[in-house]
């Protein structure tokens, strides 16, 4: 019965948002649902680790550069079309996730140690980036401008870009509930909960770790090459930068961190909060929308510890008799 519910619920959400571009005209405003949805996919991308395994990253803006620059290196150089350059992207992703991951878990590293080691390999790939011209340099990459092609994954209205990156959503979303409904889930939350019992009954740690972080590095890649088109140019010390992944972070934590819509909802609560502030006061307060992000991430945490999803999951509790 609750599983039926659920499909039908996901269908009429699917059919709302697919039907949000015929009632929104401004592109101002579809900009901004854009950026909620794609803020939203790379937080759920970001919580298949940091969520269900609880290994937090500040490193994944590494990832998504690596969707963005391997894609447009490729288009730029050899000619090939972003869809096909985005999942070459991913597939460099998973080698660093694989390389970062194998370092870190080999040695045992967790919690803070984790952490600090995943900004530092960004930090070292930033550094490299901006002192490579052949990559841009720190002046960046601008995608070559080619109007209206699809086949090139560049398109004239907002709305062909909307849909793009609802599907993308839809599928992460889709993945994270297969993953949480299967024994790799259950697998994922107890290495979260208790790493020695879970190798106490057999769980071998490195396997499911790596699993995790190549998901995750992966589908953020995916990502990146969608960024790289949609605004057509990127910079590394915006895209690689640790505010970038600490962005990323902040979106789950406060909408629910190791559940499935609490990535999104995040992302529904502050992404407006930042395009608002950018474009009202951005120009005479720089970094105010990091501020503001810095109150609601503090109101969080001490008044909502669950996110979103929990402070509502807490209420429907309370609510029955």
Request: charge should be positive; proline fraction near 0%.
């Given at each position: 019965m609750s599983r039926t519910f659920s499909w039908e619920y996901g269908f009429f959400a699917a059919l709302a948002f697919g039907l949000l571009p015929f009632v929104i005209q401004s592109n101002y405003f579809l900009h901004i649902l854009i950026m909620i949805l794609f803020f939203g996919y790379l937080a759920t991308c970001w919580n298949i680790l940091g969520g269900f395994m609880g290994l937090h990253s500040v490193g994944h803006s590494l990832f998504v550069g690596c969707g963005a620059y391997v894609s447009t290196l490729l288009f730029m150089k050899l000619g090939w079309t972003p869809w096909v350059g985005m999942f070459a992207g991913g597939l460099v992703a998973v080698a660093f996730g694989l390389f970062i991951g194998y370092l870190c878990f080999r040695f045992g590293l967790k919690g803070p140690f984790f952490l600090l080691?995943?900004?530092?390999?960004?930090?070292?790939?930033?550094?490299?980036?901006?002192?490579v011209q052949w990559l841009g340099g720190s002046s960046g990459l601008s995608v070559p401008l080619q109007g209206h092609a699809p086949y090139l994954f560049q398109f004239t209205e907002k709305k062909y870009y909307y849909y793009i990156i609802l599907a993308m959503l839809g599928l992460v979303l889709w993945l994270s509930r297969f993953i949480l409904q299967r024994k790799v889930g259950f697998y994922f939350r107890a290495i979260r909960e208790n790493q020695d019992?879970?190798?106490?009954?057999?769980?071998?740690?490195?396997?499911?770790?790596?699993?995790?972080?190549c998901l995750s590095a992966f589908f953020s890649a995916l990502g990146g090459t969608f960024f790289a088109q949609y605004l057509l140019f990127f910079d590394p010390s915006a895209l690689l930068g640790v505010h970038f992944s600490i962005e990323i972070m902040i979106y789950p934590i406060v909408g629910g961190i190791g559940t499935i819509l609490g990535p999104l909802a995040g992302s529904f609560l502050l992404v407006p909060v930042s395009e608002i502030l950018r474009s009202t006061m951005g120009g005479t307060f720089q970094g105010i929308y990091l501020v503001a992000y810095g109150f609601i991430l503090v109101f969080a945490v001490r008044f909502m510890p669950g996110g979103i999803v929990g402070l509502f999951r807490q209420s429907s509790r309370t609510k029955k008799p």
């Open positions: 080691a995943t900004f530092a390999f960004a930090e070292i790939v930033k550094v490299i980036v901006m002192n019992g879970a190798q106490a009954v057999g769980i071998y740690l490195m396997r499911y770790k790596l699993l995790a972080i």
